[in-house]
């Protein structure tokens, strides 16, 4: 099946109500929606699902905030470790991560997961996170593609 939100190919797409409309979207997408109740789903009809669609407008979920990664990250974490005054290794023990793990991290070789960035942002009592409409992003990226599906990968919470 194919998410009517982002187009990718899914083997199982959701039925969830975004912006007051009804799509089959992917688990990625259907994080924007809330699920569809038994009771919506029955006053459903294939008419209604047609006008719905067209009423639909991408644009609207595009210029919705969405959380990246700051693009300094690793500058952030390698300063906020040395004002902690801690190793690499003594502060990848405290975060249970490898040696190696903080050590990319720091020289960006490793882009941190949402778990791994919460983890820091904890430890370190520092932000590596920014709220950015899509559009903004795309500025941000210049010349790289950013499809829908990064950007909800990057605000994946
Ligand atoms: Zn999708």
Redesign the pocket.
Known sequence: MI?E??G?EFPKTKRVIIEGTALN??S??AKFGTPVTKEQARKESPVLQRLERKRYRPRDIYEREVDILVRDFSTRIREARMRMDISQEEFGKQLNEKWSVINKLETGDLRPDDKLVTKLERALGITLREKLKPTEVEKKTAGKALTI?DLIREANE
């Open positions: 998410c939100l982002c990718t979207v992917c990625n997408c599906g």
